[in-house]
């Protein structure tokens, strides 16, 4: 497996993964999802590891989806649309339901697919400066997928006024919204995540880690499979239709799109 898209250390029993496209924003391709949902299931298996830290080279966590990728969308069929939604929810799940706890690492933008990729983590430490959307809609596409576990971190009330209005919000909005676990200054959050990261290793088991994990994900979201099964239809649905087209090409010409 090529390691230029992800990164990939272990020290102190903490695991780092990287995402390494900082030329492109650290873009989400389906490459990166695809090296990524690998590297996420090598570390639940590596015996050194108790602990995973998510974060990514440059000063933008990922802007999203890359401009090839939208780009090839426009062209995938059906089939080809669901299997890359699955891809998609395949990377979300392992995260989700990982044995060990992931922690992201936020130092520079969480956009679109990029905001939906740090919800699903365990822990979120992110900059100040940081920002957070789930911006989606603008494009005529949906946040299907992220949806299913932001409604489980948040109201309802919230997540519709996140998901519809696509606004950006800060990282402190974010801490009040819950969404995220802590804010760390940018000279201080290699250390703070650090520190954090072994407390949990020296501090706690790997098995009582594990199954609390287990714990809170099976009883607070029980109807989560279904819920992520009609997300990925929904999500290689829009993908077809004229409004999505439409905002990719609008986007990809750098033109203001009229709705």
């Not at 015996?47 to 995938?76: E, H, M, P, R, T």
């Not at 997540?159 to 201080?188: C, H, M, P, V, Y």
Request: charge should be negative; include cysteine; glycine fraction near 4%.
């Amino acid at each position: 497996m090529s390691e230029s898209l992800v990164l990939y250390t272990v020290a102190n029993r903490i695991a780092t993964i990287t995402l390494n496209r900082p030329e492109k924003k650290n873009a989400l391709s389906a490459e990166l999802v695809a090296q990524l949902t690998e590297v996420m299931l090598d570390a639940a298996e590596d015996d050194l590891v108790k602990v995973i830290v998510l974060k990514a080279s440059g000063n933008v966590f990922s802007a999203g989806a890359d401009l090839a990728y939208l780009q090839q969308l426009q062209n995938n069929s059906h089939e080809e649309n669901l299997t890359d939604s699955r891809n998609l929810e395949k990377l979300f799940k392992a995260i989700y339901y990982l044995p060990k706890v992931v922690i992201a690492q936020v130092e520079g933008h969480a956009i679109a697919g990029g905001c939906g990729l740090a919800t699903v983590c365990d822990i979120i430490f992110s900059v100040p400066e940081a920002k957070f959307g789930y911006t989606e809609v603008k494009l005529g596409f949906v946040p299907a997928i992220v949806s299913c576990f932001l409604l489980r971190k948040t109201s309802e009330t919230l997540a519709k006024r996140l998901l519809l209005t696509a606004e950006l919000f800060s990282a402190q909005q974010a801490l009040d919204f819950g969404l995220i676990t802590f804010l760390a200054e940018k000279d201080e959050i290699d250390a703070k995540v650090q520190e954090f990261s072994l407390n949990l290793c020296e501090q706690a088991s790997s098995n009582a880690l594990m199954v609390t994990k287990q714990l809170i994900g099976q009883t607070t979201n029980p109807t989560l499979e279904k819920s992520l099964d009609i997300a990925v239809q929904i999500n290689a649905r829009v993908r077809e239709s004229a409004d999505f087209k439409k905002g990719v090409a609008s986007f990809l010409n750098k033109e203001p799109i009229q709705w």
